[in-house]
């Protein structure tokens, strides 16, 4: 097929995946937004505490600009993490955060297999994406924490604006303690990573973004002794 052609299918949003990089497909509807809005009040950390993250009640979201119009929305849907708190002393926080590159979700199915080829995650060969904090800092009505991400073997320390919610112990099911931890929209770069090409079309305008913007929410349940 003719580049002319292809380029007339991607601006149609024909979805032809095995021609052309997935920045040029057409946005699908499907998945929309993830905006977090806690109820009530941030709250400091604990003074000693240790949580599982619980990947049933929160999430990892992203949007990414197409043809410089409007976004692409998906998600991650397999995570995993623990947070240390500690209250009186930040220097003992922490976090440990793991994402399974394999479940990302924008709800086009064979956009997510492109996604998860060595055109983008390569998730056979990269199957994580890990991050690990450094630091936990006091900021405002909030805290940021200062770690390494590392994606595609690549590690670049970021740094995340949070806002903590809890703890609040259910009186009913399981009677756990949970926290919440709704981070601020931080804003990647997917060069830094190697994930994808960074494409234009024939008049310079971008395909897709090379800024990513991720949102991240999610409760944390007290582990016991």
């Given amino acids: 097929m003719k580049k002319h052609n292809r380029l007339r299918l991607l601006a149609l949003g024909v979805p032809s995946l095995a ?16 905006d977090y809005k806690p109820i009530g009040s941030p709250t400091p950390l604990a003074e000693k505490a240790v949580y599982a993250v619980d990947a049933l009640h929160g999430g990892i979201s992203f949007e990414i600009g197409h043809l410089e119009l409007t976004n692409v929305h998906g998600r991650f849907n397999a995570y995993s993490g623990e947070v240390i708190e500690d209250g009186e002393d930040l220097t003992k926080a922490s976090v440990h955060f793991k994402i399974e590159t394999k479940s990302i979700d924008t709800a086009v199915p064979a956009r997510d297999e492109h996604l998860r080829s060595a055109d983008y995650f390569e998730v056979e060969k990269y199957p994580t994406i890990t991050f690990v904090s450094r630091s936990v800092k006091k900021t405002g009505t909030g ?6 991400l590392t994606m595609k073997g690549k590690t670049k320390s970021i740094t995340i604006p949070f806002k903590h919610y809890g703890p609040y112990t259910m009186s009913v099911g399981d009677q756990s303690t949970r926290i919440g931890v709704v981070a601020e929209p931080i804003v990647l770069k997917r060069s830094d990573f190697g994930v994808g090409e960074i494409t234009r079309m024939p008049d310079g305008r971008l395909g897709g973004s090379d800024e990513v913007t991720i949102r991240l929410a999610f409760e944390a349940i007290l582990k016991k002794d």
């Fill in 143 to 148: 805290y940021a924490v200062t770690g390494d």
């Fill in 19 to 34: 021609i052309v990089p997935l920045a040029w497909i057409a946005l699908h509807p499907g998945v929309a937004e993830l």
